[in-house]
Nanobody, 120 residues
Framework: HVQLVESGGGSVQAGGSLRLSCAAS????????MAWFRQAPGKEREGVAA???????TYGDSVKGRFTISKDNTNNTLDLQMNSLKPEDTAMYYC???????????????WGQGTQVTVS
């Protein structure tokens, strides 16, 4: 059973920062591909960033240079540091896990409930 629990969402002004965390078991954090996706109202879910079990990272084009994905193996969390936030970053952000790594929604079978990020 894979359980993913997101936290850290909220409201922030444009140009501000937020840090999201996703708690999971140590086995999942260490051995699975972990990723962040987001979905804005009326839009398809899109990949934000992914990190595989070897630490290789992929970012979506819209967040490159602003967002940083990382794993905290001590606390068993997947984190997303979001800087220089823009109104278009407003969305529900989801943590996801998969055994193989590609920043594609259909590749991920395990999902958290999501945490809302609003940028005004």
């Amino acid at each position: 059973h894979v359980q993913l629990v997101e936290s850290g969402g909220g409201s922030v002004q444009a140009g501000g920062s937020l840090r999201l965390s996703c708690a999971a078991s140590s086995v999942i954090i260490r051995t699975y591909c972990m990723a962040w996706f987001r979905q804005a109202p009326g839009k398809e879910r899109e990949g934000v960033a992914a990190i595989d079990s070897d630490g290789r990272i992929t970012y979506g084009d819209s967040v490159k240079g602003r967002f940083t994905i990382s794993k905290d193996n001590t606390n068993n969390t997947l984190d997303l540091q979001m800087n220089s936030l823009k109104p278009e970053d407003t969305a529900m952000y989801y943590c996801a896990a998969a055994k193989s790594c590609a920043l594609l929604t259909q590749k991920f079978g395990f999902w958290g409930q999501g945490t809302q990020v609003t940028v005004s």
